[in-house]
């Protein structure tokens, strides 16, 4: 138990030395605000900070409250996360907050079940909101910390989530201050207890790591066997009219990019889908194909095609829609590329009022 102190003073000790100013982290009269931090946590699950940190204060300001983003239309949600992928999770945080807002008066609860209750939330960020706001002695788990605490006890093999959330308790219920040791151990992941050339020079926990001590602490955890991803073929067609605009169309609710907007894209499983047909599936004046590439997601392989039309018509669901209109739209990462591809970027679109 002595040790079980200690490591997480240090670990406390550190964090408050060497936090990142984020802009999730800001206090007012020294506590977090529950709802800022709620968005945070959603927004970062499987994302960088990097991304994160582009989108999070537009986000804010566009809906500072819970009671501001459950009133909010899904297309001005989905539009302020563009460009942060995995969109469900924008739905699931819009519906979280309306859950608040009918059943907790406006408040994030403070309560575990009551947080795990909430659409999109699971044991880590109810864990992180419960810890981190409210200073309660609960664990928290994400990869960082599941590499943390395998390198820490010397726990060879794949990553052992079960393992680690019972580690994580148990330091979490010893810990002075939860808040600063739970964030702590994630930052120290995050920055020192890298996956690649740790800096175990720079980590408080060098001289109770049994990884560092038996020089292994690059072999540990063993990396998971990766899942080959399915191939997707995409063909896209940008099409502008006289005035500037895009032709663009609504994908499905479910799936993937669910309920996004495009240009017009026909995806098939076994090939790309060829000119010709391209040109009897919308009819136009002329069609040439401008660039190709490669989009990864977390199980896909979509490969692009992107060919530029003249003479299209809307219709069928397709609908001309300025550039500064689909800026504000959410739009997957993928389209992006492909408008890029001919000279369409939409964040300079809503900059110059184009």
């Known amino acids: 138990m002595a040790s079980n102190r200690k490591i997480t003073s240090l670990v406390a000790d550190w964090f408050g030395l060497h936090a990142r100013a984020l802009p999730w982290r800001r206090t007012v009269r020294g506590r977090r605000d529950p709802y800022v931090s709620l968005v945070s946590e959603i927004m970062l699950q499987q994302t960088q900070v990097s991304r994160v940190l582009e989108r999070f204060d537009g986000f804010i300001d566009r809906f500072p409250t819970a009671q501001a983003l459950a009133d909010a239309p899904e297309e001005a949600v989905l539009g302020a996360w563009s460009g942060l992928g995995y969109y469900r999770r924008a739905r699931s945080l819009q519906a979280a907050a309306r859950v608040i807002c009918e059943d907790h008066g406006g408040r994030v609860p403070r309560d575990l079940d009551d947080l795990i209750a909430l659409p999109g ?30 390198r820490l006890d010397g726990i060879d093999g794949p990553p052992d989530h079960a393992r680690s959330w019972a580690r994580a308790d148990e330091l979490a219920q010893q810990a002075k201050t939860p808040a600063l040791f739970n964030e702590g151990l994630m930052e120290l992941g995050a920055t020192v207890c890298t996956p690649r050339n740790p800096r175990c020079g ?52 479910d799936g993937l990019w669910g309920g996004l907007w495009q240009v017009p894209t026909v995806e098939r499983a076994s090939k790309a889908v060829g000119l010709r047909e391209l040109r009897d599936l919308f009819p136009c004046r002329s069609i040439g194909r401008v660039s190709a590439f490669r989009f990864d997601t977390t199980h896909r392989e979509v490969r692009f095609v992107v060919y530029k039309a003249i003479g299209v018509r809307a219709g069928g669901g397709r609908q001309w829609m300025t550039r500064r209109g689909l800026s504000q739209l959410g739009v997957s990462n993928a389209q992006r590329r492909v408008l890029d591809a001919v000279g369409i970027e939409l964040d300079s679109c809503v900059r110059s009022g184009t």
């Open 121 to 150: 939330v699971g044991r880590y960020t109810a864990g992180a909101i419960c810890s981190i706001v409210f200073g309660q002695p609960v664990p928290i788990v994400d990869g960082n910390v599941v590499r943390v605490l395998a």
């Open 202 to 253: 720079d980590c408080p926990l060098k001289t109770h790591c049994k990884a560092h001590a038996a020089c292994t602490q690059e072999q540990i955890p063993s990396p998971k066997p990766k899942s080959k991803r399915q191939v997707l073929h995409a063909s896209s067609m940008v099409a502008i009219d006289g005035r500037g605009r895009v032709l663009v169309e609504q994908r499905p609710a």
